[in-house]
């Protein structure tokens, strides 16, 4: 598989690292294309105390806790539209914004996108593969509501960061798998399913 990572703005970029480690370990997901918004990496470096500024593929691949020389991870430019995902003629598998701010998703529901995160989610609608937004704010004002339902109307997914409890985790690791690995359902990538519901739980 071929997948478009973006990570934007809004809080919630542990959703992100988790979410590029689990693709990585699913040993199905050949390739990710994995863009950042500056705010992004603002919010890395308030969030989890990492610089990635300017960073290189191998710095990307160390914070992900991968082989140095994996080549999993193609990153590309925020500014540079001539990028592999702003083409639909590049027959990817879809793409994952992961946190989604409230700016990327009203730029795409206007579809008068100005970057490489916004071009690629066009292309993914325009050419029906799947789109998962995770949209992260709280709380929502209405224009942030009508953006998310005009983007399920064009075929977007709108999988908010809101991690259930149902599976009694412990941990923010196990609060933070408990989301991704619905980001992962939705592309039937296999992961642990550890919080899987069964329906047994209620007796
Ligand atoms: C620490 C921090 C946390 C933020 N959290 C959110 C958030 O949860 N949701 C949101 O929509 N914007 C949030 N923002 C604001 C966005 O980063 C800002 O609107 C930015 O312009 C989004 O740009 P982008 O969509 O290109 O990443 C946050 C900013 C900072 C610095």
Known sequence: MELTVAITGASGTIYA?????????????ETINLIMSGSAVTVAQVEMG??????????????????????????????????KPSS??????????????????????????TNLIHRAADVCLKERRKLVIVPRESPYNSIHLENMLRLSNAGAIILPASPGFYHRPDTI??????????????????????SQWTGDEVT
């Open 17 to 29: 690292h988790r979410t590029l480690q689990l693709l990585a370990e699913s040993g199905v997901v």
């Open 50 to 83: 990492i610089n990635l500024k300017d960073a290189a593929v191998h710095e990307i691949n160390d914070w992900l806790d991968l082989d140095p020389e994996s080549r999993l991870i193609r990153l590309w430019r925020l500014d540079n539209l001539a990028a």
């Open 88 to 113: 639909g003629s590049n027959k990817q598998d879809g793409m994952i914004i992961v946190p989604c701010s409230m700016g990327t998703l009203g730029a795409i529901a206007s579809g008068a996108g």
């Open 173 to 194: 690791g196990e609060l933070v798998d408990h989301l991704c690995f619905r980001i992962l359902d939705q592309f039937d990538i296999p992961h642990s399913r550890r």
